[in-house]
């Protein structure tokens, strides 16, 4: 049996789907998920999409506000709510209910039932858990459930007991699914569900539904601009366009709608750039004063990321070390621009247990040749993906920057000795 005849036998024996994708929130993810809600929602099923923003705690954010223009964007929850219902049950043979009211004491949670024309016993009383609200999980652009976050991590057991179809263009995916769709010769995810979609039935693929997979082509070729674009993805992208796909929106929100202050942030970025001898390692540091003078935050990363992509095709691991803490401990000021090079030749920073209060560097880690990214930082407790990991810590950044750049520096040449 063909994968989309078998993927489609489990939808039709599923009453509840959960359409679900990783941390990151990439714009190859977020466009299979939408397609695919988008057409279940056609075909008369019930569905949802959820998934958990990487990093909810202040750090970098992954700009999905470049995807709101998306059909359906807004129908994506952040969190799994009511995934199962709690069921207390009274007999009423020997009594009839007057009223029930409940209280919260001591942690406690008391209903307080009164009967009428009668009793009740504790033998009356019984309860159970309901069934999960899901009964199909769908993951799209997930190389392992750990990427899905907390949305995995408080909920497994839901993972376990219910059905996963695996949809994945990643040759180190691990087949988690009961059914895993995996084609590597696809150069995203959306290309992969276009296959499904077309194969089932191709007249439901609405202009909508082909935005949103001419989206997801369109992020992970920048714009059929990176090497690995193949003939089946540019005859795929004619024929979404050909179905009603919105290339010119699509092109304007991605890439026609950087800010000023993206840009003032890119130049920075290339002021502080520095790359190996083999090209295939490129970092930046950024300081307070470089987010202020280009008036932008940490938001604005993943943009500046997206470029030295395409600008240097060579890059097998891309380092961003910022820091948002005041770089003196005299008078509470960061150090002025043109006093850089002094500070970091001349200066030697003496610091102790406090130095936390004072030094906070972030590391922002991507991967972009099937590394990692997790990986290369472990020692720093990162967050994050296997793509994209990021981790924050108490020390100089320039410190950690000689640290951290040895330490990736050594385990490529372990993985490609």
């Given at each position: ?351 102790n247990n406090d130095s936390g209060q004072i030094f906070k560097t972030n590391v922002l880690v991507y991967s972009v040749k099937n590394i990692n990214s997790l990986d290369l930082i472990r020692n720093l407790n990162p967050e994050g993906t296997k793509k994209i990991a990021q981790s924050a810590v108490a020390r100089p950044i320039k410190d950690l920057e000689f640290e951290v750049i040895s330490n990736i520096k050594n385990r490529l040449e372990k993985i490609f000795q």
């Amino acid at each position: 049996m063909k994968l989309s005849q078998q993927f489609f036998n489990l939808i039709e024996k599923s009453n509840n789907i959960l359409l679900t994708f990783p941390v990151d929130w990439s714009g190859d993810a977020i466009s299979s998920a939408l397609a695919l809600y988008l057409y279940l929602k056609k075909i008369g099923k019930n569905v949802e999409v959820g998934a958990e923003k990487m990093n909810n705690s202040g750090n970098f954010r992954i700009p999905a506000e470049s995807f709101k223009f998306l059909p359906s964007f807004s129908e994506i929850k952040s969190s799994l709510e009511n995934l199962m219902k709690f069921i207390v049950s009274v007999d009423l043979k020997n009594a009839k209910v007057d009223h029930i009211k409940y209280t919260i004491k001591d942690n406690y949670l008391n209903f307080i039932i009164s009967p009428r024309d009668g009793f009740f016993t504790n033998k009356d009383i019984k309860s159970n858990m309901s069934g999960f609200k899901y009964d199909l999980i769908i993951t799209v652009d997930c190389r392992d459930l750990e990427s899905l976050g907390r949305i995995y991590d408080t909920n497994i057991d839901f993972f376990y007991k219910t059905p996963i179809i695996n949809i994945d263009n990643s040759p180190d995916n691990e087949e988690f699914g009961q059914l895993n769709i995996i084609d590597l010769n696809a150069v995203s995810s959306t290309e992969v569900i276009f296959n499904l979609l077309f194969d089932f039935k191709k007249e439901l693929i609405d202009e909508d539904i082909a935005t949103c997979l001419l989206c997801g082509i369109i992020f992970k070729t920048k714009s059929f601009k990176t090497p690995n674009l193949t003939p089946q993805t540019l005859n795929i992208s004619s024929k979404l366009i050909e179905m009603g796909g919105r290339r010119e929106e699509i092109v304007a929100n991605l890439y026609r709608s950087r800010s000023l202050s993206t840009l003032k942030l890119w130049g920075r970025v290339l002021n502080n750039l520095s790359i190996n001898e083999s090209n295939d390692i490129i970092w930046a540091t950024l300081f307070k004063n470089d987010f202020q003078i280009s008036n932008s935050n940490e938001e604005n990363l993943q943009d500046v990321i997206d470029e030295l992509i395409l600008s240097i095709p060579t890059a097998k691991v891309i380092v961003i070390f910022y820091s948002l803490s005041e770089m003196s401990i005299l008078d509470d000021h960061y150090i002025s621009e043109k006093d850089q090079e002094d500070f970091d030749n001349k200066t030697i920073v003496v610091h102790n247990n406090d130095s936390g209060q004072i030094f906070k560097t972030n590391v922002l880690v991507y991967s972009v040749k099937n590394i990692n990214s997790l990986d290369l930082i472990r020692n720093l407790n990162p967050e994050g993906t296997k793509k994209i990991a990021q981790s924050a810590v108490a020390r100089p950044i320039k410190d950690l920057e000689f640290e951290v750049i040895s330490n990736i520096k050594n385990r490529l040449e372990k993985i490609f000795q």
